[in-house]
């Protein structure tokens, strides 16, 4: 038991450790191995060589095409987290590990004890969906002025780099240093169309998108990109401001829709403190163990379904 015990307090301080470490930002050597992974040819690119597929079952296929490891790693170059994958993996482990062992030893029961380590486990991927969304949210925030300075350095007479440059120097993260990548990306022999691909990889926003099919058509057929940039960024800003219409409109759904769904959980909460004598049978007694565990499978079930009906697709 005190091995286990003593197992368990170095997986939670190892994880915060790696955590800390993690989020400090990446040094110049992780920089230019990033760099060299998002540089890889596209999946659209010619491939000469023959790629066997493993042929063993249809599950191996399934996990073969989904490539979940490299929909982890795009996730997040998308957060702004460049670190290994093996990392995160490793602390999903240890989360989960000392999920099972806490859960057993307070539940005394294996499926509260597989929840526990379940909830656990996930905990770091909801973090990078977390840092994702924040981080998209914040450069599609910055990108209208970014086209209206780019519109003034194409008016005044410099050329698509030189005023991406001026980009960098003026805007902090996210966007300062996407561009950055961009930038370095063409300096190393990248052609701009392929760096653009990549940079809207790494950042998949639908604002962005249209810049970057702008561009191509601009250096395709050759129109004037000041006035196609700055025509951009009037439709940029109003599709920002549709989008928080939407939000504002639909917030005392989503509100309630929280409220209903985590009401059941503070009620037994309060109920627990205030009288345990009325939440023990629900803890201790098998009958009110099954009820309790058919209550929070439904009550998660209510709330993926109220997110889904919420969700407004435009």
């Given at each position: 038991?005190?091995?286990?015990?003593?197992?368990s307090i170095?997986?939670?301080?190892?994880?915060g450790a790696?955590?800390?470490?993690?989020?400090?930002?990446?040094?110049?050597?992780q920089t230019?191995?990033?760099?060299?992974?998002?540089?890889?040819?596209?999946?659209?690119?010619?491939?000469?060589?023959r790629?066997?597929?493993?042929?063993?079952?249809?599950?191996?296929k399934?996990v073969?095409?989904a490539?979940?490891?490299?929909?982890?790693?795009e996730?997040?170059?998308?957060?702004?987290?460049?670190?290994?994958?093996?990392d995160?993996l490793?602390v999903?482990?240890?989360?989960f590990?000392?999920?099972?062992?806490?859960?057993?030893?307070f539940?005394?029961?294996?499926?509260?004890?597989?929840?526990?380590?379940?909830?656990l486990?996930?905990?770091?991927?909801?973090?990078?969906?977390f840092?994702?969304?924040?981080?998209?949210?914040?450069?599609?925030?910055?990108?209208?002025?970014?086209?209206?300075l780019?519109?003034?350095?194409l008016e005044?007479?410099?050329s698509l780099?030189?005023?991406?440059?001026?980009?960098?120097?003026?805007?902090?993260?996210p966007?300062g240093?996407?561009?950055?990548?961009?930038?370095?990306?063409?300096r190393i022999?990248l052609?701009?169309?392929?760096?653009?691909?990549?940079?809207?990889?790494?950042?998949?926003?639908?604002?962005?998108?249209?810049?970057?099919?702008?561009?191509k058509?601009?250096t395709?057929?050759?129109?004037?990109?000041a006035?196609?940039?700055?025509?951009?960024?009037?439709?940029v800003?109003t599709?920002?401001?549709?989008?928080?219409?939407?939000?504002?409109l639909?917030?005392?759904?989503?509100?309630?829709g929280m409220?209903?769904?985590?009401?059941?959980?503070?009620?037994?909460a309060?109920?627990?403190?205030?009288?345990p004598?009325?939440?023990?049978d629900?803890?201790?007694d098998?009958?009110?163990?099954?009820?309790?565990k058919?209550?929070?499978?439904?009550?998660?079930?209510a709330?993926?379904?109220i997110?889904?009906?919420l969700?407004?697709t435009?």
């Amino acid at each position: 038991m005190d091995v286990i015990i003593a197992s368990s307090i170095f997986a939670i301080v190892f994880v915060g450790a790696l955590l800390v470490f993690t989020s400090n930002g990446a040094t110049g050597e992780q920089t230019r191995e990033v760099l060299r992974r998002i540089s890889r040819p596209a999946e659209d690119d010619l491939d000469i060589t023959r790629r066997r597929r493993p042929q063993e079952g249809r599950l191996l296929k399934w996990v073969y095409e989904a490539n979940l490891l490299r929909r982890l790693e795009e996730s997040m170059w998308q957060a702004g987290m460049y670190t290994r994958v093996a990392d995160v993996l490793l602390v999903m482990v240890l989360l989960f590990g000392a999920g099972l062992f806490f859960g057993q030893a307070f539940w005394h029961d294996t499926w509260f004890a597989m929840g526990t380590a379940a909830v656990l486990g996930v905990i770091p991927l909801f973090y990078i969906q977390f840092r994702r969304t924040r981080r998209l949210r914040a450069f599609a925030n910055q990108l209208p002025y970014a086209l209206d300075l780019i519109k003034s350095s194409l008016e005044a007479g410099h050329s698509l780099q030189r005023a991406l440059q001026v980009v960098v120097a003026e805007f902090a993260d996210p966007l300062g240093s996407e561009f950055r990548t961009l930038l370095e990306q063409t300096r190393i022999g990248l052609p701009l169309p392929r760096a653009l691909d990549d940079l809207l990889r790494r950042i998949p926003e639908d604002d962005l998108r249209l810049l970057v099919v702008a561009v191509k058509v601009q250096t395709q057929v050759g129109s004037s990109l000041a006035e196609i940039v700055g025509r951009l960024s009037e439709i940029v800003r109003t599709r920002q401001r549709l989008r928080l219409q939407v939000k504002a409109l639909t917030a005392q759904a989503r509100l309630g829709g929280m409220v209903v769904g985590f009401l059941p959980l503070a009620i037994l909460a309060v109920f627990s403190v205030i009288q345990p004598g009325y939440t023990n049978d629900l803890f201790y007694d098998p009958a009110g163990q099954t009820i309790l565990k058919t209550a929070a499978v439904l009550d998660f079930c209510a709330i993926v379904t109220i997110r889904w009906l919420l969700k407004v697709t435009y």
